[in-house]
C-alpha cells in the first residue's frame, strides 16, 4: 500500500487508531492568504479555477505553509452546473447562474453529463495535485450535493431563504424528482472521475441543506445524496457535510457514508451521540474562532478534541470554510495546537 493509506487522515476515516487526529481545513486555500491575494489580482476566479497548474499550485502552497494532514483540490462546486449548460459567472458579490432554472420545463435543457470532458481541467487539477504531494498525504476530491446544486440552478446565486428552491420543489415533485436525479447522476460521474485521476477521498458539500426540515430532508435531498455515496468506487472514504441544522444529523446517517462532517452549532460529543460511534465525524471549530488569538484558539480546540475523547475516528476541521479575514498564522496555530493536543493516549482511548 502507499504511504497515503496509512495516514492519520485515512486512519481516522477508517475510524482506526490513527495515533494523532489529524486536521485539515475547508478552504484552506483562499482569500485569506496573501499570496492567492496577489494571484487573484491578476487571474479571476473562474479563469483560476480552469487553470490546472495554478490550482496545483495554489492548493500545494498552502499545505506546506499550513502543515496540515490532507490536501483538498482547488476547485468550485458550481463548475459541473456550468458544464450542464448554465451560464457561470463570478462578480464581487459571488456566482451568478445567468439562465437559472425556473420553471418545471427548463429541467429538460439541463444537460446530462455523460463524459468528463468538459471537466477536464479539474481532473488534471486532481493528477497534478496529487504528483506534487507527499506520498503520506491523502488528497480530497469533492462536489456539490443535489440539492445545493439545484438550489443554485433554481435561484441563479446566492439565498437568503431559498424561496424559489423550495416553492419549486413544493410546487411540482416530478419535476424537482428530474432534476435532482440528474444532478446525482452526474456527481456520481464526477466523483468517481476524481478518484480515477488520483483523489483518495471525496467530500460531498451539502451547503445548503440546513434550510430544510427533517421531514423536508427526507423527501427533497436524501435519497439523492444517499445514491451517490453508494456509487462511489468501493473502499474510498466519503465525507458527507451538510451544514446549518443538527436536527438533519440522524436523517444525514442515512445516506451511509464513512464520515459525517458537522459544523460548530452542535457540541462534536453530542453531534457523535447522535450520529452513533460507528461512523467517524469530522468537525467542528466555529471559523470565526481563527479571529481571535492563538491562547482562545488553543482553548477552543482543545473543548472539541477532550469531546472526542480521544476515540478513533476524529477528524478535526471548521465547522465550516475560513473566513477571507482570517489571518494565515492563526491557521498555523490551529494546526499546531492539533498536533499537540491531539496525540492519541492508549490508556485513555474509547474504543468503539
Not at 490550482?55 to 468550485?76: H, K, Y
Not at 450535493?145 to 416553492?167: H, N, V, W
Request: net charge negative.
Amino acid at each position: 500500500m502507499p504511504p497515503w493509506h496509512d495516514s492519520p487522515m485515512m486512519k481516522a476515516a477508517r475510524r482506526e487508531p490513527a495515533g494523532r487526529v489529524p486536521v485539515w481545513l475547508m478552504r484552506q486555500a483562499g482569500r485569506y492568504m496573501p499570496e492567492y491575494r496577489k494571484l487573484r489580482e491578476k487571474v479571476g476566479f473562474l479563469e483560476l479555477c480552469k487553470r490546472p497548474d495554478l490550482c496545483a499550485e495554489v492548493m500545494l502552497a498552502t499545505v506546506e505553509q499550513l502543515g496540515v494532514d490532507a490536501a483538498i483540490i482547488f476547485s468550485d462546486l458550481l463548475l459541473i452546473l456550468e458544464s450542464m449548460g448554465l451560464e457561470l459567472e463570478f462578480s464581487g458579490e459571488g456566482p451568478v447562474l445567468h439562465n437559472p432554472i425556473r420553471e418545471p420545463g427548463d429541467v429538460d435543457r439541463l444537460a446530462e453529463l455523460e463524459d468528463m470532458d468538459s471537466l477536464d481541467f479539474v481532473l488534471e487539477t486532481v493528477r497534478r495535485t496529487r504528483a506534487g504531494l507527499g506520498d503520506e498525504l491523502p488528497l480530497i476530491g469533492f462536489a456539490g450535493a443535489p440539492f445545493t446544486l439545484a438550489a443554485y440552478a433554481i435561484e441563479g446565486g446566492g439565498s437568503r431563504d431559498y424561496r424559489r428552491a423550495k416553492a419549486f420543489a413544493y410546487g411540482d415533485f416530478g419535476a424537482w424528482d428530474a432534476l435532482m436525479q440528474k444532478l446525482a447522476r452526474a456527481v456520481t460521474l464526477y466523483l468517481n472521475a476524481q478518484i480515477d485521476a488520483g483523489a483518495q477521498i471525496v467530500q460531498l458539500f451539502d451547503s445548503w441543506a440546513g434550510c430544510l426540515g427533517p421531514d423536508d430532508y427526507r423527501r427533497f435531498a436524501l435519497p439523492y445524496s444517499r445514491s451517490i455515496i453508494e456509487a462511489i468506487a468501493p473502499g474510498v472514504p466519503v465525507i458527507h457535510f451538510a451544514a446549518g441544522n443538527p436536527a438533519l444529523l440522524p436523517l444525514i446517517r442515512e445516506a451511509s457514508s464513512s464520515v459525517i462532517g458537522v459544523d460548530w452549532r452542535v457540541r462534536l460529543d453530542d453531534a457523535w451521540s447522535v450520529i452513533g460511534h460507528d461512523r467517524a465525524i469530522q468537525g467542528n471549530l466555529d471559523p470565526a474562532v481563527l479571529l481571535s488569538n492563538p491562547a482562545e484558539i488553543r482553548r477552543r480546540a482543545k473543548e472539541i478534541l477532550d469531546q472526542a475523547a480521544d476515540r478513533p475516528g476524529h477528524i478535526f476541521n471548521l465547522g465550516h470554510g475560513v473566513l477571507p479575514q482570517t489571518p494565515p498564522e492563526n491557521a498555523v496555530a490551529l494546526v499546531e495546537a492539533v498536533h499537540e493536543l491531539g496525540v492519541e493516549s492508549p490508556e485513555s482511548r474509547v474504543q468503539s
